[in-house]
């Protein structure tokens, strides 16, 4: 194995929950009067719950408290949280728990880096919640990425360093966390053509030949 220990960012890479990050923040930006699209909704990606909003007030044309905020973040979350309860193991693609399960027998330690609190209600909703070796998420970090902290975190907690790991991510803000981290990096979907990660993957599959 090339590396020993891979860490993976959640949502894009090992599931989907991007649409209901997306209904979530739109039934609370239509609340509020501001607009707000799936183009908008982009902006949001790898960004922590906090910062996505501060995002979506951009367009407001009123300020907020401190108070006010963290009332809106926690209405998102909980309007997110009921969606969250769509999701089963079917939602696991065959190619994502095979491809995982391979890097498991050739004795690469797996982590989940990321900045989502719910990570494990979802790591649980999809049959992963005892899988991972790791697990470094929004209750265990307090700076969003492109900070390394969530991916430095996940590698203190496997007991290895950044140059022994490499980190799986679909976003820029992730390619760049990665790097900044030291870590090399695995890049697909949105963030596959970034020039910073040292694989790029068109499937998830292709993560064993990068590893060899």
Not at 73 to 81: L, S, T, V
Not at 181 to 201: I, S, V
Request: with cysteine; proline share 3%; charged share 25%.
């Amino acid at each position: 194995m090339r590396y020993e220990g891979i860490i993976f960012d959640l949502d894009g890479v090992l599931c989907t929950t991007d649409h209901y990050h997306y209904l979530a923040w739109k039934a609370l930006a239509d609340r509020l009067g501001i607009p707000f699209n799936e183009t908008d909704n982009n902006r949001l990606r790898g960004v922590s719950r906090m910062a996505s909003l501060e995002i979506i007030l951009e367009k407001s044309d009123r300020a907020y408290t401190l108070e006010e905020k963290e009332a809106m973040a926690a209405e998102k979350n909980d309007a997110y949280r009921r969606l969250l309860h769509q999701i089963t193991r079917a939602d696991l693609s065959r190619e994502v728990q095979s491809t995982l399960d391979r890097l498991r027998a050739q004795g690469c330690k797996l982590a989940v880096g990321s900045a989502s609190k719910n990570t494990p209600f979802i790591l649980e909703r999809l049959g992963l919640g005892d899988f991972f070796d790791a697990v470094a998420d929004g209750n265990c970090v307090t700076r969003s990425k492109p900070d390394p902290e969530v991916f430095l975190k996940a590698a203190e907690m496997l007991g290895l360093s950044p140059a022994v790991c490499l980190v799986v991510e679909d976003a820029h803000a992730g390619v760049e966390a990665a790097v900044a981290g030291g870590f090399a990096c695995a890049a697909m979907g949105d963030a596959k053509d970034d020039p910073r990660a040292a694989y790029h993957l068109n499937a998830f599959g292709e993560l064993l030949q990068a590893t060899e």
